[in-house]
């Protein structure tokens, strides 16, 4: 029976594999949406196209070949590739490829310069009367050619491959306008009366009516060629700085590592490590993987992964996470994870699955940059028929149609997401903030209740010494020496926290001799010629103590007695304490305009202890794990819009349900892979941050759409009117996608 059942899924739904392609030739985003649209077409593969990290995150059924995958792009006219597998294998080569400029980015800003340099003087030409000597049109004409032909090859080049595959891009209107400008110029020029000595043209930011035959559009080609290239070298350069977050995450591990093999330490390189291996982190050292401290005690700032400035202090038994820095002694570790499995690798995958995936807003953006490129050769069609029908006026109604080609190319509306969506995943992962994909964004700006799981997020998860309380004139310092002694022998989670607290507070503790663990009672030692016992191991205990513990296990304490020769002299108090910034993480949550609300599974009294101590009104207490989701539920369904913030294994579960699922990134697997955002350090007011971070990102996203559908909504029907020169119409449209790509990047300065 059971058999059958799992099959039967499998007979109906093929099983589907997952690659990622480098898209290449792309430049705005109805390129990516055709490239999709292609894709999907195809049986049962599913894909998302992304133009800002020229990405195709593509799912399809096992059987299918990527090769035909990428046949599908190269026959849409673009170029396809798998990313060169184990980019860490040449260490050398990719740092040296990461330290100089992209080879792309030097080539179009090579264009650029010379393009500008030729343009401007035949802009000035144009625009300044008093310049125009005699023949002054043919200097231009020798100047601007060079622009459009070379200037704009790329452009050129795009429009002819999409045109032989049917299609309009933003390329076929950057190409149709610039060469319709300059051929009716060539055509003034050498066939009409522009040719002429003595010729003069004035500039007007309008279109007006004149004689073809004696107009050129010159300074419109090459100057909108060079404002066109501008704005892709600017937007270039910023998708770049954009996508640099992620690129410095990738690139923070170690390179080389300091292996013991036999005794001796073997430099190897970082990738060849093994999990097992043992190696040494000396002080100012990177650690190389993610692994377990075998010998030495030191700090480690974490601060590049985390955002945590304060370094940690961990000695034998903690663990470390690779890509932290050693900031003090000498440190022997053991791998534990390697490769794809380390934590950095995994913040890597999160952080670039986020800028490959698409918010809903975006996929209306794309639709639209789908269709838009022609509709708006429609648009100019219709500009220069209407023109020319109620003027009768060639050059009014060309200059008018040129201008709609040239400011309707829908950059903005492409770059408007992505870019904003890299910007603020990348700054999240600076801070410790790992955003899974961008429709976790739009469920952040809906959240008005957050529930904390107690242990772990609100507090530390560990049993530590909270109060002593001693009677009958006995020294605290000399109880805590004797009682720690002999808890420092037994393994339970209480005496190791009484242990502890104890070293802290009175120093070195002395050895125990005759040692007897008592179940269910306590424990008892000879700690220097003292018969010292710890638990219910006492006749009479005095009414302080009792009171003192009686306190204690009101306020959701554990109250242990201890004392020595058969008298009980002092109350230990041992809970699980708050973690320092739990309550001022309260208050930021509350300052959002959110509703805290404390689960966990420990008793009421505990829980409304720590309630209290934080600022929290509203507690759900003694709740199973597995009844941790029905709280959830019963949340959601009080009409309240609920984000989950837990780190075990027991969250997991409940994180899922929940609307907005926070992992403690100091938590379990299962947590973090539940949940919607990943908080890498273990601080609650990271959750606070997240929050804002996300919401703030949102709002670049939609402010960036407004900005991009406003401006072409606004921008057609001046154009078409007349009332927009082609040349700043051209200046106009590249501002536009500078603009979108400048405002994301102000997310770069969250804190």
């Not at 073997?266 to 000396?282: H, S, Y």
């Not at 040349?727 to 603009?739: D, L, Q, R, T, Y």
Request: hydrophobic fraction near 50%; proline fraction near 4%; charged fraction near 20%.
């Amino acid at each position: 029976m059971t058999s059958t059942t799992a099959k039967a899924p499998a007979d109906r739904e093929p099983a589907l594999a997952e690659v990622e392609l480098l898209i290449g030739g792309m430049t705005c985003a109805s390129c990516a949406a055709r490239v999709e649209k292609k894709l999907n077409r195809m049986d049962g593969v599913t894909a998302t196209v992304n133009y800002a990290t020229e990405k195709a995150r593509v799912t399809y059924p096992v059987g299918t070949e990527v090769a035909d995958l990428i046949a599908t792009v190269v026959k849409t006219g673009y170029t396809a590739e798998e990313p060169a597998p184990a980019r860490e294998e040449e260490p050398a080569a990719e740092g040296t490829h990461a330290a100089g400029e992209d080879p792309d980015l030097s080539a179009l800003r090579r264009r650029l310069v010379v393009s500008a340099a030729l343009a401007v003087p035949v802009v000035l030409l144009a625009m300044v009367p008093a310049l125009q000597f005699d023949n002054w049109q043919w200097l231009s004409l020798t100047l601007a050619a060079p622009v459009v032909v070379w200037g704009g090859l790329p452009f050129h080049r795009a429009a002819w491959t999409n045109a032989r595959h049917g299609a309009a891009t933003m390329d076929t209107l950057v190409s149709l306008g610039t060469l319709a400008a300059f051929g009716w110029s060539l055509w003034a020029l050498f066939l009409g009366d522009a040719g002429m000595p003595g010729m003069r043209h004035p500039f007007e930011l309008t279109v007006s009516r004149g004689d073809g035959a004696s107009s050129i559009y010159l300074e419109v080609a090459s100057g909108v060629t060079a404002f066109i290239l501008l704005g892709r070298y600017l937007e270039a350069r910023s998708k770049r700085r954009a996508g640099a977050a992620l690129k410095a995450l990738m690139e923070l591990g170690a390179k080389e590592v300091a292996v013991l093999r036999d005794g001796r330490e073997v430099r190897i390189p970082a990738q060849r490590l093994a999990v097992g291996d043992r190696f040494v982190v000396r002080p100012g050292e990177k650690i190389a993987t993610d692994g377990t401290v075998v010998e030495g005690a030191s700090a480690v700032d974490a601060s590049m992964l985390t955002g945590e400035s304060v370094p940690v202090d961990v000695t034998a038994g903690d663990a470390v996470t690779g890509a932290t820095v050693n900031a003090g002694g000498r440190l022997v570790v053991e791998a534990t994870r390697i490769g794809a499995d380390t934590q950095l690798a995994r913040m890597a995958k999160l952080v670039e699955d986020a800028q490959n995936g698409k918010a809903e807003v975006q996929r209306l953006a794309d639709r639209i940059a789908g269709v838009f490129v022609p509709v708006v050769l429609l648009i100019a069609a219709a500009t220069a028929g209407v023109w020319l029908g109620l003027t009768g006026d060639g050059v009014a109604a060309f200059t008018a149609a040129v201008a709609v080609l040239i400011i309707a190319c829908p950059c903005a509306l492409g770059l408007a997401t992505p870019t904003a969506l890299m910007v603020g995943t990348g700054r999240g992962a600076q801070l410790g903030i790992l955003i899974k994909g961008p429709e976790v964004l739009e469920s952040t700006r809906r959240i008005d209740t957050v529930v904390l799981d107690k242990t772990g997020t609100v507090t530390t998860g560990r049993m530590t010494l909270q109060e002593v309380h001693v009677a009958g004139g006995a020294d605290e310092k000399e109880v805590l020496r004797l009682v720690g002694a002999v808890e420092h022998a037994s393994e339970h989670p209480v005496a190791r926290a009484i242990a502890l607290g104890a070293e802290e507070r009175a120093g070195q503790l002395p050895g125990v001799e005759n040692f007897e663990n008592v179940p269910g009672r306590g424990v008892r030692g000879r700690v220097e010629g003292r018969e010292v016992a710890v638990g219910r191991l006492f006749g009479d205990v005095p009414p302080e103590l009792a009171r003192a513990r009686d306190e204690a296990e009101r306020a959701g304490r554990t109250a242990v007695l201890a004392g020595w020769d058969g008298t009980a002299r002092a109350v230990l108090a041992v809970a699980d304490a708050i973690k320092e910034t739990s309550a001022e993480a309260v208050r930021e949550l509350r300052a959002l305009g959110l509703t805290p609300v404390l689960l966990t599974g420990d008793n009421r009294a505990v829980a409304e202890a720590v309630a209290e101590a934080v600022g929290i009104d509203r507690v759900i207490a003694e709740v199973l794990p597995e009844d941790k989701v029905e709280a959830v539920r019963r949340l959601r369904a009080e009409g309240r819009v609920v984000a989950m913030v837990g780190d075990g294994v027991n969250d997991a579960a409940a994180l899922a349900t929940a609307d907005l699922g926070l992992a403690m990134g100091t938590g379990t697997d299962a947590a973090i892979e539940a949940g919607d955002l990943t908080l890498v350090r273990g601080d609650l007011r990271v959750a606070a941050d997240a929050i804002r971070l996300s919401r703030r990102t949102l709002a670049t996203i939609k402010g960036n759409l407004v900005w991009a559908f406003g401006y072409n909504v606004a921008a057609l029907p001046l154009a078409a009117a007349g009332l927009l020169n082609p040349m700043i119409a051209g200046a106009a449209m590249a501002f536009s996608s500078v603009f979108v790509v400048t405002n994301s990047l102000r997310l770069r300065t969250f804190r």
